[in-house]
């Protein structure tokens, strides 16, 4: 046989240690990428051997209502967020009114407050006990009706009222990179404003609509606190239930599964709806139109709009929560354990943060670094967990932390014959591993848009100077990318301190942070304990909506000075998911 039919397997092999021990970098963000994604892979497995008996039990029982409530709520709100912040980008974009500048911003600042902290305000407020309903019949006696706020629309209500922004942002942006040219090309041809929005510029905005629309939705599915306040069954709510009631895991799991399923389908509907239409612009710069100037009782109806938005969105539950803080101080009802519960809040937050923006780093480089497809591929699965619901990462994060303690104490058995105990499960350690499977996309598309603006040029003269890949990054891109690092972790930091179901599925026994603590009061209906701990999360999601509002008055000014009409960093955070 002549040699050069020989089997390769060797030259090979060493050609491909060679390239790792020379550049280990994409072999490190293949690693990391994997064992982030370990959660997400261990509940896409469960649906590869269901347990027959549980999904009968789930059939007899709740599955049929589970179901019927889930879609229902995500047409419900996403109906809402689609009308409401596309309404409010169009309106905002498009025309002048009195108190516009400050109306474009202030319409980003729901996003601070997370729905179950306006979910608890709502309910405390309009409830039958409230001081609204009582109000109305100290005034108009017994009989006066008042919609319950406790049932369907309530959840629909305050989820609209947080998640529209969303859709207000990119919705906003896409307005903004429209052509003055093209519309007003359409006005030439006889098409009034409504039509001109309908079959042009709507048109254009539809993938960012699209895009906003599915992370309102992806939020939905996710939510825990809001519908377990409101006694609305979902499944976020059916697997804590048979996670701490039942303490069935395997159950659990199987309602993850399915959970799941959900968000994969709304990822597949989002690029369905998207259509197979394209539109373009056609210049390489786009103008936007002239927004046109309101008058008389048209102009103080947008104003109106838009303050009755921001009102009951923002200001009336952060004024509520303040009276809430004050009374429960005045009447000594001041928990003495808070700063126990903000310091285990920062102390977690800032854990994640570090640990997340440190995974990016390494997952962000190495795909700079390699082009090959398998070490992409994780890269993507890895940054899925943003999409996913809390609770979903807690109970795939569940069955890898046991996995570990049944190994560790197995070790321990044989070398000195005890029991190790339980030393993953239920720690700080799997419940940092379940944030940063949770948020690791959040600190990857930020580490990776200002990776983007440093010039390979750069690269390869670090290179030709003699430094390592791992000496580039730490003397070159470190430096310039420190921004976007800070921003990364504030990010990540605040998401941290404002997830409910993962905090509650997987907290060491004991311990509590501010979301647990407004999730314990406000299940017992004790509103005005719950509210300084609420308000401090509150102002804790202030920050990531300042740095939104700066990036949103830079793209402004950009427009009216003739830029390109670059896209804020966030939008491309936000889509990345």
Known sequence: MPTRHASPAVPVAGRLALRLARDPWPLAAGAVALVVATPILVVISSLATPTVEVWVHLWQTQLLELIWNTLTLIIGVGGGVALLGTGLAWLTTMYRFPGRAAFEWLLI?????????????????????????????????????????????????????????????LAR??????????????????????TVFWRVALPLARPSIVAGLSLAVMEVLADFGTVAIYGYNTFTVAIYRVWFGLFNRQAATELASLL??????????????????????????AHPPAPMMLTGWRAWAASGAAGAVVGSAFLLPVAQLLVWSVTAFRASDFDDRYPEFALNTLTIGATAAMVAVGAAIVVAYGLRLSRSRVVAACGRIATMGYALPGSVIAVGVLVPLAFLDRVCNALVRVVWGGDGGLLFTGSMAGLVFAYLARFLALSVHTVEASLVKVT???DMAGRSLGLSPGGVLRRIHLPLIRGGLCSAAILVFVDVIKEMPATLLLRPFGY???????????????????????LTIVAAGMLPILILARSSFREVRDHDHGGDGAIPERREILKAP
């Open 109 to 169: 600042l729901p996003l601070a407050v997370p729905a179950y902290v306006i979910g608890f305000v709502f309910r405390g407020l309009f409830d039958y006990t409230g001081p609204v309903q009582s109000g109305l019949r100290r005034v108009f006696g017994p009989g006066i009706w008042f919609p319950d706020i406790a049932s369907f629309g309530g959840v629909v209500l305050v989820m609209t009222l947080v998640f529209y922004p969303y859709v207000y942002l």
């Open 173 to 194: 942006t896409a307005f903004l990179e429209q052509s003055e040219t093209t519309l007003e090309a359409a006005r030439a041809l006889g098409a009034r404003r409504t």
């Open 260 to 285: 799941l399923l959900f968000t994969g389908a709304v990822y597949v509907l989002e690029r369905s709806w998207r259509g197979r239409a394209r539109f373009f612009q056609t210049e390489r710069r």
């Open 456 to 458: 390979p040029s750069m």
């Open 512 to 534: 509590e942070t501010l979301a647990v603590r407004v999730w314990q009061l406000t299940s017992e209906s004790f509103w005005e304990a719950a509210a300084l701990p609420a």
